[in-house]
């Protein structure tokens, strides 16, 4: 690794920063939302792990952040596919704008 | 040019393309396709990086684990096998927006920052990172807590989600069930509690 620095995986990142922010503002499917926010994640993911191989300060903590994020982010799928599924069966809709009124 | 920038330019390309397939197509089916090759290619990067341990977690749980748990959402919540919610045009022009413009602040800082170089070759932290999450470290800086706060966290979401999802079930069958036949009696008898039995087959 002699030429590849920490630049342009922290430019890769905000590509998929920024393709996860579009995907929350355009879907209307929630589980497009959920992937919007996968892709968020992973961006940070991708941040982290690029921190730690090339700041020696950070090597362990870098990897030791990412593995809680991606811990985080399938307890957050889950619960987040359950509420949709409970909406689902409420609304017979997986469109968030028919969600403007949530008693259940 | 060398073997690591090329690897870095092929896979960073194959990430790239599937998330930009990820927020443009508007099947979801498509989209979860898109997705799947999004994380292997962060999880190339990992490797790339040499974090082996996180890309090897980064295919088991998520393209393993939340992917197929995000096609089944995809299965069960869509009206057709290519159902399609039509997004507004204006809002194609906020996100686009709102996405150049935060991609462009990012990408000047991340250019404006300090390019750190490594010239070693990366070592391997596996046997680091299970040690600092044991607590076992020489030098007394380990996440044993945050280890085991994740643990039952994990457990806690778990069972919530379980509970979320069949929570809507006991209420339906009631409404429906006259209306099914051919359901085998005993199954009936074992989901319902047992005072709305009379109810049900009324």
Not at chain 2, 22 to 38: D, E, I, K, P, Y
Not at chain 2, 181 to 187: D, R, V
């Given at each position: 690794?002699?030429?590849?620095?920490?630049?342009p995986?922290?430019?890769?990142a905000a590509?998929l920063?920024?393709?996860?922010?579009?995907?929350?503002?355009?879907?209307?499917?929630?589980?497009?939302?959920?992937?919007?926010?996968?892709l968020?994640?992973?961006?940070?993911?991708?941040?982290?792990?690029?921190?730690?191989?090339?700041?020696?300060?950070?090597?362990?903590?870098g990897?030791?952040f990412?593995?809680?994020?991606?811990v985080?982010?399938?307890?957050?799928a889950?619960?987040?596919?359950?509420?949709?599924?409970?909406?689902?069966?409420?609304?017979?809709?997986?469109?968030?704008?028919?969600?403007?009124?949530?008693?259940? | 040019?060398?073997?690591?920038?090329?690897?870095?330019?092929?896979?960073?390309?194959?990430?790239?393309?599937?998330?930009?397939?990820?927020?443009?197509?508007?099947?979801?089916?498509?989209a979860?396709?898109?997705?799947?090759?999004?994380?292997?290619?962060?999880?190339?990067?990992?490797?790339?990086?040499?974090a082996?341990?996180?890309g090897?977690?980064?295919?088991?749980?998520?393209v393993?684990?939340?992917?197929?748990?995000?096609v089944?959402?995809?299965?069960?919540?869509?009206?057709?096998?290519?159902a399609?919610?039509?997004t507004?045009?204006?809002?194609?022009?906020?996100?686009?927006?709102?996405?150049?413009?935060?991609?462009?602040?990012i990408?000047?800082?991340?250019l404006?920052?300090?390019?750190p170089?490594?010239?070693?070759?990366?070592?391997?932290?596996?046997?680091?990172?299970?040690?600092?999450?044991?607590?076992?470290?020489?030098?007394?800086?380990?996440?044993?807590?945050?280890f085991?706060i994740?643990?039952?966290h994990?457990?806690?979401v778990?069972?919530?989600?379980?509970?979320?999802?069949?929570?809507?079930?006991?209420?339906?069958?009631?409404?429906?069930l006259?209306?099914?036949?051919?359901?085998?009696?005993?199954?009936?008898?074992?989901?319902?509690?047992?005072?709305?039995i009379?109810?049900?087959?009324?």
């Amino acid at each position: 690794m002699t030429e590849l620095g920490l630049t342009p995986f922290l430019i890769l990142a905000a590509f998929l920063f920024a393709c996860g922010v579009f995907c929350l503002a355009t879907k209307r499917n929630a589980v497009g939302i959920l992937m919007g926010v996968e892709l968020i994640l992973n961006a940070a993911n991708v941040n982290l792990v690029a921190a730690s191989r090339f700041m020696p300060e950070l090597r362990l903590e870098g990897q030791v952040f990412a593995l809680m994020v991606v811990v985080l982010a399938a307890a957050e799928a889950a619960v987040a596919l359950a509420i949709f599924l409970n909406f689902y069966n409420n609304h017979g809709s997986a469109d968030v704008e028919a969600a403007k009124e949530l008693k259940g | 040019m060398n073997l690591t920038v090329v690897l870095f330019a092929a896979v960073a390309a194959v990430t790239a393309v599937s998330a930009i397939g990820v927020a443009a197509s508007r099947s979801m089916v498509r989209a979860g396709v898109w997705l799947l090759f999004t994380l292997v290619g962060v999880a190339g990067l990992y490797f790339l990086l040499g974090a082996e341990f996180l890309g090897a977690a980064q295919l088991i749980i998520y393209v393993g684990g939340t992917l197929v748990l995000v096609v089944f959402g995809v299965m069960i919540t869509n009206q057709g096998p290519f159902a399609v919610l039509q997004t507004k045009w204006g809002e194609w022009v906020v996100g686009g927006v709102l996405a150049s413009g935060l991609f462009a602040l990012i990408g000047t800082a991340s250019l404006q920052l300090a390019r750190p170089v490594s010239t070693e070759p990366a070592a391997p932290t596996v046997n680091e990172l299970g040690m600092s999450f044991l607590g076992v470290t020489p030098d007394g800086q380990n996440y044993l807590l945050p280890f085991e706060i994740v643990s039952v966290h994990l457990l806690v979401v778990l069972v919530a989600a379980a509970y979320l999802a069949r929570a809507k079930k006991r209420i339906e069958p009631k409404a429906e069930l006259p209306a099914v036949t051919g359901e085998p009696a005993s199954l009936a008898v074992d989901s319902q509690p047992a005072e709305s039995i009379p109810e049900v087959r009324s």
